[in-house]
């Protein structure tokens, strides 16, 4: 290795060689010495841990060689990954965060660009405990291959992922393949984009029209304060850097709300901050039906993509924590088997809403669902926004 190709470990100063190379360059070098890029992040890591070098530099750079080595198609390329982010903790406390982020978007590179051959070659040896970053980005895999159908038949993943499940890690509870309630999950559709004005929300799904005995259904609603499921319902947007602090709010009704009551009438009649000042902007309010699907993807894609502020969460994890939001929209209990959810979710109503209000900015991201339980009788609402909420659009 000569000067021009010296690791990025060598000395400080030779650093900046590695932070200027373009991604074609750091893909040109994975291909025709991987090893060699492979013992450069593996010199950063340890001259950052014994010279103290700011971690963040450190780690944008490692994320850089992890990115070119990872869509770099070999058994080798693959294993580099995996022991590279493995020794990511070693940049410190204040990076913990980072650490998750890069294992779990290096697995999601790795099902995307390796044949699954060399993948299964990676889960030879069994783990013995969950706080191990090389189990983590393991457990990733797993997740990313179950949501492409890949991987349940291979002795050598099947028994990773039971020995996963014995030791509760929270991606084993998902399972192995994708149901159908998830197909929409990462699928992008030309023109289809956010949910922007009450015209797109109108041309998408069915409208609801208001009535005079979803008003009355609305003001006889009574609010039950429960922390720990708001938290739930919020989490993919919370985890991703969403710009403002989803609304989570449950509501109990002393009789049952008839199927074509749960509309716009009887939401604008809760106690929401989202419809705070409603009617004092250009626009009406709209409510329109939609299904699970478009609930969970929506979901899915707040923690997968990543708020304005944030960052993405990989798909294996925006997909357990899109499943923890839906669990608490509907109120269901956390050991309930997916199975069973999946088909629980189609005895709900759930209608998408939207107001001309500070909330809602139609800018950027605004989400807001409401979901009516069987009995008719309890209600769940989430409203989430991905623009700062000191900014306001002009209608």
Not at 355 to 375: C, E, G, K, Q, S
């Amino acid at each position: 290795m000569n000067d021009n190709d010296a690791s990025p470990g060598d000395t400080a100063s030779r650093r900046p060689h590695w932070e200027q190379s373009s991604p074609a360059e750091l893909k040109q070098l994975a291909e025709s010495r991987p090893a060699e890029l492979y013992e450069a992040a593996r010199q950063l890591c340890r001259s950052a841990f014994s010279e103290g070098s700011e971690g963040r530099t450190v780690a944008r750079v490692l994320g850089r060689i992890v990115d070119a080595l990872a869509d770099t198609r070999s058994r080798d390329c693959a294993r580099f990954v995996v022991d590279i982010v493995g020794l990511f903790p070693q940049l410190g406390p204040e990076l913990l965060e980072e650490g998750d982020r890069l294992r779990r978007s290096a697995a999601e590179k790795l099902v995307k660009a390796q044949q699954l051959r060399d993948l299964a070659a990676l889960f030879g040896e069994l783990p013995e405990r969950l706080d191990d970053p090389a189990v983590e980005v393991r457990a990733c895999i797993l997740g990313e291959l179950a949501m492409i159908g890949a991987g349940r038949g291979r002795p050598v993943l099947d028994a990773y992922a039971e020995r996963l499940r014995d030791l509760r890690h929270p991606l084993a509870r998902l399972p192995r393949t994708r149901l159908d309630v998830e197909h929409r999950f990462g699928v992008r559709v030309r023109g289809l984009g956010s949910v922007k004005t009450s015209e797109q929300l109108r041309s998408r799904f069915p409208e609801v029209s208001a009535t005079d005995g979803g008003a009355e259904g609305g003001r006889k609603a009574v609010e039950s304060a429960e922390a720990g499921r708001a938290g739930a319902v919020a989490e993919p947007f919370v985890v991703s850097g969403w710009s403002r602090e989803p609304e989570a709010r449950f509501f109990a009704l002393p009789d049952p709300l008839g199927p074509d009551d749960f509309n716009v009438a009887f939401i604008k009649e809760l106690p929401l901050a989202c419809l705070e000042g409603e009617g004092t902007r250009r626009g009406v309010a709209v409510s329109c039906r939609t299904t699970p699907d478009d609930v969970i993807n929506e979901l899915f894609a707040a923690a997968h993509h990543g708020g304005v502020n944030g960052q993405g969460q990989g798909g294996a994890y925006a997909r357990l924590y899109a499943w923890n939001s839906l669990y608490a929209l509907m109120g269901l209990p956390g050991d309930l088997p997916f199975l069973d959810a999946a088909r629980l979710v189609a005895d709900h109503r759930w209608l998408r809403f939207m107001a001309f209000t500070d909330w809602f900015h139609h800018d950027t991201a605004d989400v807001a669902f409401a979901v009516l339980d069987p009995t008719g009788t309890r209600v769940a609402v989430l409203a989430a926004t991905d623009t700062d909420s000191d900014s306001h659009s002009d209608f």
